[in-house]
């Protein structure tokens, strides 16, 4: 089992950037498939995920509208496209896998529950 993530860097502050997650050893549709971050000096904290049957998707608070997640499943890697970055979004960004069941409706933006993690890419914003 592998999710390793790409595609950080460092953009100012209004700019974007688009996360990679690519997975290997076990099929999306049984998986839900999370982003988290964590900040320096701060908790891992969810981000959003998209559900195993892929029609499903959850975002925090403070990126809705700005953030999508999306999966192609024929590439078995998830997407995080970023918009409109500010500087608190300043993070290492993980990808993790939770495991719901064929085709399930609901994921969870909650670390506990995710068994296996990429590496972590790290996305600067500059202001």
């Known amino acids: 089992v592998q999710l390793q993530a790409s595609g950080g860097g460092l953009v100012q502050a209004g700019g974007s950037l688009r996360l990679s997650c690519a997975t290997s050893?076990?099929?999306?549709?049984?998986?839900?498939i999370g982003w988290f971050r964590q900040a320096p000096g701060k908790e891992r904290e969810g981000v959003t995920c998209?559900?195993?049957?892929?029609?499903?998707?959850y975002y925090a608070d403070s990126v809705k509208g700005r953030f999508t997640i999306s999966r192609d499943r024929a590439k078995n890697t998830v997407y995080l496209q970023m918009n409109s970055l500010k500087p608190e979004d300043t993070a290492v960004y993980y990808c993790?896998?939770?495991?719901?069941?064929?085709?399930?409706?609901?994921?969870?933006?909650?670390?506990?529950?995710?068994?296996?993690w990429g590496q972590g890419t790290q996305v600067t914003v500059s202001s």
């Open positions: 993790a896998r939770e495991y719901t069941g064929w085709g399930a409706y609901s994921c969870e933006l909650q670390v506990k529950g995710h068994d296996y």
């Open positions: 050893g076990f099929t999306l549709t049984y998986y839900a």
């Open positions: 998209i559900s195993s049957s892929g029609t499903r998707t």
